[in-house]
Structures are given as C-alpha cells and as structure tokens.
C-alpha cells in the first residue's frame, strides 16, 4: 500500500510558490528584461528532467485534471511520441559519450539547444496544464545558474555580461532530491536509487505511480 505522501506534496508546493515569488521579484524590479507574456512558448520546447517527487506530484494533478477522454488520449498519445523521440536522442548521446566522440559537457551544451514541443503545449501555444506546470517552467525567463553556468531565455532583455539577481536551480534541485529522499523512505522502497531517478514531462504523464514502480514490498499473508 502506497503511504500517506500529502505532507511531502504540500513541502514541494511550497517551494513552487517560493518560484514563483521570486519569479515575480524579478519582473517587478526588471519589467524591461523579463518579458515574458501570454502566447509565448519558447520555454515550451526546452529539455529538461523531473525529479521523483515532482513527478508524482503533476502525475496525480494531471490523472486528476483529465479523465479518460478525447483530450487525455491525445495529450498521451502527443506524450508517447515525444517519449520515443527523447529515447532517440538520448540513445546516440550515449553512444557519442561511450566512443569518445564527445564529452559529457558537449553533450549537455547541445542539448540545451535541442527543441521538442511540450506535450502539455495546446495548438493555440498555450499551456494546458499552465496553473499546474514544473517549476523548471515557472523560472524560465529570468536568469538561472546550473553547477556554475548562467541561463537565460534567448527571448528577454538580459544583456549579456551585465549582472543580474540570479536563481540557483542548484539549490532548488537539492530541495526536490531531499523530497524525493522522503518519498523512497517513506515508501520503504526495495529501490536504493528510486529518489535520483529524473524523467522528462512526457514519461511522468504516462508513468503509472503504483506499488510495483516505487518498489514497495507487498504485505505478508498471514496463514
């Protein structure tokens, strides 16, 4: 049986309202630089991974939000097509990391510049799932940090060189991974490493958060 995970839930919505304050800050302070607006979806084509508690955290809202129906067929079948492509990419990265073709930073830098539609992106460029979307997506638009390197969205005002107050998704992912901790702990998980496991947006939707996938040992029967 899945344990109570409501208080670890409520732990990550904070930290997403914390996002989303400091997102605000930022466009408040620089409304000339952070310039984004209804319509724009350059961050909905970016790459990224969600962390094990984030994950289940919009899989639930997402299973909540869309019943079986025309639109969840659709979202999923966008999803899963999505899912085979980053398969794909991720397959011949390997292979280029694993033959010395490339090393791990190059791989990283180009993906960074990869771009695959949101699966949760609608035909109008609008986000479906937008009250409820990660927090990865809630920063993009101000400048961000990543072990060192600074980001930012090819669409602001940002001059390049100049300083700016910059997030540090370091810390912000070291704050989901404790989360995620909780979750495999708490689930007494037979899978050591459940809580470093990061998946893109496409497999959380089709992801199925049951007991056999966080590894839980089913109760002995009694005789």
């Known amino acids: 049986m899945i344990p109570d995970l409501n208080d670890i839930f409520a732990r990550y919505e904070a930290l997403r309202d914390e996002a989303d304050a400091v997102f605000a800050k930022v466009k408040h302070d620089l409304p000339d630089c952070v310039v984004c607006k209804k319509g724009c979806s350059d961050c909905c084509h970016a790459l990224f991974d969600l962390s094990l508690v984030e994950a289940m955290y919009l899989n639930k809202l997402f299973v909540d939000s869309y019943p079986y129906g025309k639109e969840r067929s659709g979202i999923l079948e966008n999803a899963t097509a999505i899912d085979r492509q980053?398969?794909?990419?991720?397959?011949?990265?390997?292979?280029?990391?694993?033959?010395?073709?490339k090393t791990p930073e190059e791989v990283m830098a180009e993906v960074a510049h990869m771009r695959?539609?949101?699966?949760?992106?609608?035909?109008?460029?609008?986000?479906?799932?937008?009250?409820?979307?990660?927090i990865t997506c809630r920063l993009y638009g101000v400048p961000t940090a990543i072990l060192g390197k600074g980001h930012v969205c090819g669409q602001s005002g940002f001059v390049k060189g100049k300083q700016?107050?910059?997030?540090?998704?370091?810390?912000?992912?070291?704050?989901?991974?404790?989360?995620?901790?909780e979750i495999k702990e708490r689930c007494q998980s037979r899978f050591t490493e459940l809580d470093e496991v990061y998946i893109p947006l496409s497999m959380t939707l089709l992801t199925h958060y049951d007991e056999q996938y966080?590894?839980?040992?089913?109760?002995?029967?009694e005789d």
Do not use: W
């Open 86 to 101: 980053l398969t794909k990419i991720k397959r011949e990265m390997y292979r280029a990391t694993r033959d010395g073709k």
């Open 164 to 181: 700016y107050p910059t997030v540090n998704l370091d810390i912000i992912q070291s704050r989901l991974q404790a989360l995620s901790k």
């Open 214 to 221: 966080l590894g839980i040992v089913p109760a002995k029967r």
């Open 116 to 134: 695959i539609r949101c699966p949760l992106l609608g035909d109008d460029n609008r986000c479906l799932f937008y009250e409820q979307r990660p």
